[in-house]
């Protein structure tokens, strides 16, 4: 889905037959544990087995475990149809993306060549004296696909970030600032004023109700300014036109400045404005 979160119609199908592909893969590998943890079955292969939790049994192609071999070795290569599939998508959507978009592009595929390496390098044969450096190279290999994808959505604001970060900044200073208000009227209540406990609890629920829409809206305006200029311009846009619009009773000057303040808030391909005049 990158990187405009937006797939065609034969792409969504694509999508969910890898999602049920994937779903049938997890279901059985879990059945599988489940099976072996009730049997009592949990013993590891050897000390790094032993280290990442896998059970010498899930590894063997005979005992009550052997149908997940078969269940894997169908799915795997399916899987990796998939993912070549989901590759060859975004590289044929190169050509017809613009320059932001190829920027992003450019930092998913590199995540995703540098974690392919990776991939490799832990399931080739290392010798014993170089396994431990090449399993840390592995894991910084695996981590780019997640930073490359962080990258372009923070530094080419994918996904509307601007919007989300501001979000959720607003509402973690929200909530800090009312959980601290609501724990400071029950302590004075209870402790300087020798309030009854569900009194004073309730006072300060009312009273950190009723500051929620205020303290948010006057910390969104302060947050919007810093994380989403978009909005904090457009709405400046806005309540100037309101402001101007008090004092203007020519419609056709009304109408050019409607025009106007759409186009710099919105930004849209085309502004018209109709008017119907009633005699």
């Known amino acids: 889905m990158f990187p405009d979160g937006v797939l065609p119609v034969r792409w969504r199908r694509v999508l969910w037959a890898y999602v049920a592909v994937t779903g049938v893969l997890l279901a059985c590998v879990y059945a599988a544990v489940l099976r072996l943890m009730a049997a009592g079955n949990i013993r590891a292969a050897g000390q790094a087995a032993a280290a990442s939790g896998q059970l010498t049994a899930l590894a063997s192609r005979s005992g009550g475990a052997a149908w997940l071999s078969s269940v894997q070795a169908v799915t795997f290569p399916v899987m990796a149809v998939f993912w070549l599939s989901f590759t060859a998508r975004l590289l044929l959507g190169w050509r017809r993306a ?13 995540g995703c060549a540098t974690a392919l390496a990776a991939g490799i390098l832990s399931i080739g044969s290392i010798p014993a004296a170089f396994q431990g450096t090449a399993n840390f190279i592995s894991d910084l290999g695996f981590a780019a696909l997640p930073v490359g994808t962080g990258i372009a959505i923070l530094r080419y604001r994918l996904y509307d970030i601007d919007r989300i970060i501001s979000r959720a900044v607003a509402y973690a200073i929200v909530t ?3 959980v601290g208000v609501y724990a400071g009227l ?3 209540a209870t402790r300087v004023f020798s309030f009854r406990t569900p009194v004073a609890v309730a006072a300060a629920t ?3 109700a009723a500051l929620f ?3 948010r ?4 305006r302060i947050v919007d300014r810093r994380f989403n200029r978009a909005r904090y311009d457009a709405d400046q846009i806005v309540a100037a036109f ?8 020519d419609l056709p000057s009304v109408c050019g400045d409607l025009a106007a303040v759409v ?3 919105l930004e849209p391909a085309c502004v018209f404005v109709c008017l119907n005049e009633r005699r």
């Open 263 to 265: 186009d710099q808030a």
């Open 213 to 215: 829409s205020p303290v």
């Open 206 to 208: 009312l009273a950190a």
């Open 98 to 110: 613009g320059i932001r978009q190829r920027q992003q592009l450019k930092w998913l595929l590199a």
């Open 242 to 249: 309101a402001a101007r619009l008090t004092a203007t009773v």
């Open 186 to 188: 029950v302590l004075l």
């Open 217 to 220: 809206r006057r910390i969104q």
């Open 176 to 178: 800090g600032m009312l």
